[in-house]
């Protein structure tokens, strides 16, 4: 294997990077690579063009149909090595949500490693999370690149969010959850199950968690959202772009949470008119980026999906790692 | 050393640690009436008066009590700064960074202060009293140097939690702690707590004019002893600047000519006469004459406010004059001789045993004229608005008289102590001006050489989220001052010296300078966006300390004033009689 410092990388239009040497695209829109590989369900990595050939896990397969997804789908069990003639590529359990995963392309040139939308320790309701022990050419995402980010565990916000949940409906408040229906609610939905309180899911959401639930994830006592019946003692789980919508606007007596990496921030009470912030995050904060980074142990670090490289590029300067950012678009909010 | 379980309990009763965690938790809760049982609840359960007191002012003032005129004064780099230093962290680059984010410095450094472990391991919380607290920001109001003021901070630091940091910082700042909890919600719950009449609350807080001494009558139960008290200051009433209220009929206020003097308030009984200006300082001694004057008059018990202005050849002499007796205790014959001072009266607070300040300004100004006339007190005169331009006119005769311009008073309005709303309007002398504080001096030439005669004058940005300096230049000034003066200025320089660039120096921020000026441009190519047209020194403030010089803000809003017409002056006219 040669010891090349810089990785040879193509940005495509839209979203998504071509690995040229590997013949291998990444999360890309169009088929504009002989090998395509979908990292998660989300809709910025997803191809816009609905009718070509992929590669992703079982669960991202299923979860692009249920969003529209029409073109061949491979599926690629997580941690079993595929060979092509210039590159084998392995998909690594990613922490973010159903099915997500790392594309790991071994070249001559060396190891690749791109993480799409990753979290370590992982989120319940997904794989879990594993990677390879190094790599050459680390491409990560930085969603919260600062160190005013460092998540608290799952169960701690879960059951704060369940004592959020019982205490409105205790004072005859309806207990309003935001978060985007694909991950978040069903985090969300795991989280509050042990209440055994019926849960309402906005209807794109909807669909998504039959294949959670297929998965083997216990989602709890959930139903379709219903006008007539959302009053009645449930828990309504909506992505926050409802919050103008007559769907809330209907619910007099409600209490809002906003859950998202970004409440971390107060100002979102204000922004958003909520009643309570529970900064749960599906996206690596900036101290895992670091400690994992330093284990992985890479030649150059490529920095995407952020709003900010150079404080994570700072400290990995510190500690000896070459890295630079990689000007994407598609770059989105949580 | 581990408390026992009740030790802990006890303390924790009346922490620091124990108020923030109230106060967040009212940021955390929407609706009014349950931010205010939040809060109730939390005083009601304080053991001491103290307490209860402190926790109002920290809710609602600040670190020190409104009346009292003190600030801790930090300026919001010297905090930044020393949090980045607190956390190891690299100021431009990380802290930086994480503020524009969180878009709240004191939020940024409580996550910081959470998050790194350079905090982390720095940080033993000591649960704090609330007492315990208030002297860190005694100490650090007495601190003169940043270098002091970062050690305090970091002492107190190390004593806490994360969220007590976030909101030490914000009740340092005398601001709002950005919890949606403002005044009226506090005296609410101060009425809730201690069970009154949320309006006798809001009365006692304006007569004391301050939240700690409400609270400690609602604890008591004295709130019906918060009567005004002869000898016994309470606080001004003040103005609005005309351009910044909207007012929709100008005609229905009646204006008088706006002295340009000192603001008094005058107690009086019998031959007992006592000043006191605005911050609510006592200034008898520094006024024999007016003393002398009115124990003469010997008045019923009587409590007027008005303006003390130097008065010589029947003519009010400018502010400069007035200032050389400001601050002077016990004035010798030859400056009284040289500088006299009248008292001109143009409201009336207290006569003969009755409050007056809930009585609309009419019915005070008839008692004012009364008493005015039985003992020959001087008093504005009022007159009333026939038709919008008449302020026009009004405020140019003013000018013409030397003052500074006009004061229109709503004839229904109460007297309403420490509060700035519309029913006192201010029509000043447009782009006038400035308080400023001496950030570089420069070597003179010629007739000034030797001295430093020319000096670059800042405004406050203190206060300011777009600027991280404590000062930035507004303008550059020489002349306006006499040699003496010059002199003088050149001695409280030198302990003020940072540092030297050639025939610069530059200052700490230590005097200040009202400065004289014709107009404000905009000026973008300067830090402050703006340059005044001829600055000159109008006066040296040894009165004013750089936490009352003007701001940014100030010139803006000064630069939206537009110009008056020109001024001519009318004989015959008074301002007074």
């Not at chain 2, 970091?154 to 909101?167: V, Y």
Request: hydrophobic share 40%; net charge neutral.
């Amino acid at each position: 294997m040669s010891k090349e410092t810089n990785l040879n990388y193509r940005l495509e239009r839209g979203h998504g990077i071509i690995l040229p040497d590997a013949e291998v695209g990444l999360d890309v829109s169009g088929n504009v690579a002989r090998h395509i590989f979908v990292s998660h369900a989300h809709a910025d990595h997803l191809p816009r063009d609905r009718h070509m050939h992929v590669y992703a896990s079982p669960a991202t397969a299923r979860l692009m149909r249920v969003r529209g997804f029409q073109g061949d789908v491979t599926e690629l069990a997580f941690r079993q090595p595929v060979e092509f003639d210039r590159c084998r590529v392995t998909l690594w359990p990613a922490g973010h949500i159903l099915g997500s995963a790392m594309i790991e392309v071994e070249t001559d040139a060396g190891r690749v490693l791109y993480t799409g939308d990753y979290k370590t320790p992982p989120s319940p309701v997904t794989e879990g999370f594993a990677c390879p022990e190094a790599t050459d050419f680390f491409i990560t995402e930085a969603t919260f690149p600062l160190p005013i980010y460092r998540w608290r565990p799952h169960e701690e916000l879960f059951a704060e969010m369940r004592s959020f949940a019982s205490e409105a409906l205790g004072e005859g408040y309806t207990p309003v959850f935001l978060g985007y229906n694909l991950g978040k609610a069903q985090e969300i939905m795991h989280g509050l199950a042990p209440l055994g309180v019926p849960m309402q899911i906005h209807g794109a959401g909807y669909e998504l968690c039959r294949v959670y639930e297929e998965a083997g994830i216990a989602l709890g006592n959930w139903e379709k959202y219903d006008r007539a019946t959302v009053q009645d003692g449930r828990i309504l789980i909506t992505p926050s772009s409802s919050l103008d919508a007559p769907m809330l606007r209907n619910i007099r007596r409600k209490r809002v949470a906003y859950v998202s990496g970004w409440a971390t921030h107060e100002s979102r009470r204000v922004q958003l008119t909520i009643d309570k912030l529970f900064p749960l995050s599906d996206h690596i904060d900036f101290f895992e980026l670091l400690e994992l980074t330093e284990k992985l142990n890479p030649r150059k670090v490529y920095i995407t999906h952020t709003p900010n490289p150079r404080v994570v590029q700072h400290y990995l300067a510190e500690r000896g790692i070459a890295s630079q950012p990689l000007e994407m678009e598609g770059y989105e909010d949580d | 050393m581990k408390m026992t379980d009740a030790a802990f309990q006890s303390s924790y009763g009346v922490s620091f640690r124990r108020f923030c965690e109230v106060m967040q938790r009212i940021a955390e809760t929407r609706g009014n009436n349950r931010k205010i049982s939040l809060f109730a609840d939390y005083l009601r359960s304080l053991p001491d008066e103290a307490d209860v007191a402190l926790a109002v002012q920290f809710a609602g003032e600040g670190a020190f009590s409104s009346v009292s005129g003190k600030r801790a004064s930090v300026g919001h780099r010297t905090v930044a700064v020393c949090a980045a230093g607190f956390c190891d962290i690299d100021y431009e680059l990380v802290f930086r960074a994480c503020r524009t984010a969180t878009g709240s410095a004191s939020e940024a450094i409580e996550k910081l202060m959470e998050n790194l472990p350079a905090a982390i391991a720095k940080r033993k919380p000591a649960l704090l009293s609330l007492t315990e607290t208030e002297a860190l920001f005694q100490r650090l109001e007495k601190e003169r140097s940043r270098e002091g003021k970062q050690a305090l901070l970091t002492e107190a630091w190390t004593q806490m939690t994360p969220a007590e940091i976030k909101f030490f910082i914000r009740v340092m700042g005398q601001g709002s702690l950005r919890i949606g909890f403002e005044s009226r919600s506090i005296t609410a719950a101060l009425a809730a707590a201690f069970d009154h009449d949320p309006e006798d609350v809001r009365y006692a807080r304006m007569i004391t004019g301050s939240l700690g001494r409400t609270a400690v009558l609602c604890r008591r139960n004295e709130l019906s002893s918060a009567r005004f008290r002869l000898f016994q200051p309470i606080a001004f009433m003040l103005a609005s600047p005309v351009e910044s209220r909207a007012v929709e009929d100008l005609t229905a206020y009646l204006a008088e000519e706006k002295f340009d003097g000192m603001r008094c308030q005058l107690h009086a009984e019998g031959g007992k006469v006592a000043l006191f200006s605005r911050d609510l300082n006592e200034i008898t001694e520094s006024f024999p004459e007016v003393v002398a004057d009115f124990s003469a008059k010997m008045m019923p018990a009587a409590v007027l406010d008005g303006e003390l202005c130097v008065f010589r050849d029947d003519t009010i002499q400018p502010f400069q004059e007035l200032q050389k007796r400001m601050g002077v205790k016990k004035p010798g014959a030859g400056v009284l001789k040289k500088h006299p001072v009248v008292f001109i009266a143009y409201d009336l607070l207290f006569v003969e045993g009755q409050p007056l300040f809930g009585e609309p300004l009419k019915q005070r100004r008839e008692q004012l004229e009364t008493l005015c006339e039985a003992h020959g007190i001087r008093r504005s005169i009022q007159f009333e608005i026939g038709e919008e331009g008449d302020v026009e006119r009004f405020f140019d005769r003013a000018l013409a008289h030397g003052n500074e311009g006009l004061m229109l008073k709503h004839p229904e309005s109460t007297y309403e102590y420490g509060q700035r709303r519309k029913s006192w309007l201010k029509v000043k002398k447009p782009g006038g001006t400035l308080d400023t504080v001496i950030m570089y001096a420069h070597a003179g030439s010629g007739k000034r050489g030797g001295t430093y005669s020319d000096f670059t004058l800042g405004v406050s940005v203190r206060d300011d989220e777009r600027y991280e300096e404590e000062f930035i230049p507004i303008g550059k000034a020489y002349g306006g001052y006499t040699d003496e003066e010059l002199k003088k200025l050149n001695q409280a320089m030198k302990p003020l010296i940072a540092d030297r660039f050639g025939p610069t120096y530059s200052l700490k921020p230590g005097i200040v300078v009202e400065l004289e000026f014709d107009g404000i441009q905009v000026n973008r190519r300067t830090k402050a966006g703006y340059t005044l047209r001829f600055p000159r020194f109008r006066a040296i403030r040894w009165d004013l300390s750089p936490a009352d010089a003007g701001t940014l803000r100030d010139v803006e809003r000064l630069a939206e004033e537009k110009l008056t017409a020109d001024r001519t002056p009318q004989k015959g006219h008074r301002s007074f009689r």
